[in-house]
């Protein structure tokens, strides 16, 4: 089984203490209860990592937590809608029981608009007007009518139905790939990095997510719950990578994708062994 790159052990510890401030356990009640509960889950933080490493190859991570922590919460907000019994209708997620299985419907809703919002509102807070403009449109765009809330629902429209390459490749790319740009280019722009930063890394991050995407359809079929901690064959009425290509056809597609998100990281040299160490983790991914 494949695991975390070492490195990643640095980035986590702050990455976990910074999602703990960012929705304290006080005033409390049910809708922060269940925010917690979906954000504060044991995960990879892969796209906070990717923010803080981005950071870092264009100069410093010092500013960039505040635009990690706003990327995990529009995910984790993303998970408990997809989770949803209009969605996906998934009972697991992150090894336990799913938000609105846990807290109920209402409150699962209330939870994923509230960390959407507090995202939004942290970046206000944590940067000067100009970036803070800036970043929050980036996500907001990431997760807009050609973001997250298009694949959303193309993919929901998609169930039973037979799709082109083309077409699945674009519910992917807006459903996973368009945030793993957006924190790709969110951590280039706290530290200041130029267009041409900018240029390699959104190019190396659309192609990461689209192979992490892939690696999750081959991971339904392949992978068990106690891997992937959620439930796994739950894609068998819907168009995947796997059933479009086959496990051996999908495997190569995310390793290409994955080769050529590393290619696009040449003009950083060296500087980014961490970043194309986590492309080659989520090419052979098993969790």
């Keep these: 089984m ?20 960012f929705v304290p356990a006080s ?8 925010m917690r509960y979906t954000l504060l889950a044991p995960s990879k933080r892969v796209r906070a990592v990717l923010v803080l490493l981005s950071a870092e190859l264009c100069g410093s991570s010092s500013r960039a937590m505040p635009a990690a922590c706003a990327v995990e919460a529009i995910h984790a907000s993303s998970l408990i809608l997809d989770d949803l019994p209009s969605m ?13 299985i ?21 970046l206000a807070r944590a940067y000067e007007p100009a970036l803070a403009a800036r970043i929050t449109a980036l996500y907001a765009d990431a997760v807009g009518l050609d973001g997250l809330v298009a694949g959303q629902a193309e993919d929901v429209l998609a169930t039973d139905q037979g799709l082109t390459f083309d077409t699945l490749e674009r519910i992917h790319r807006r459903k996973t790939g368009v ?23 959104t190019a190396y991050a659309k192609n990461l997510g689209l192979a992490f995407q892939i690696v999750d359809d081959l991971l339904d079929v392949t992978g068990t719950p106690e891997e992937t901690g959620k439930a796994v064959k739950s894609d068998a009425r819907k168009t995947t990578f ?14 290409e994708l994955c ?15 961490h970043l194309a160490a986590l492309a080659d983790f989520v090419a052979q991914r098993r969790l």
Excluded: C, K
């Excluded at 494949?2 to 401030?21: M, N």
């Excluded at 996906?88 to 609105?100: I, T």
């Excluded at 945030?179 to 240029?199: C, E, K, M, Q, R």
């Design 88 to 100: 996906d209708n998934a009972p697991l997620r992150r090894g336990r029981a799913s938000a609105h």
């Design 2 to 21: 494949s695991s975390l790159p070492g490195f990643f052990q640095t980035y986590q510890p702050p990455i976990a203490r910074a999602l703990e401030a």
């Design 259 to 273: 080769r050529t998100a590393t290619s696009a990281l040449a003009p950083f040299g060296r500087r980014a062994t």
């Design 242 to 255: 796997v059933s479009f290509s086959g496990v051996d056809g999908a495997r190569e597609l995310a390793l």
């Design 27 to 34: 005033p409390g009640g049910p809708v922060v209860d269940a």
């Design 179 to 201: 945030l793993f740009s957006a924190a790709a280019t969110a951590g280039a722009l706290s530290a200041g990095g130029s267009a041409d930063d900018i240029v390699a890394l």
């Design 102 to 122: 846990e807290f109920g419907e209402a409150v699962a809703i209330l939870a994923a608009f509230g960390l959407l919002n507090d995202a939004y509102g942290h």
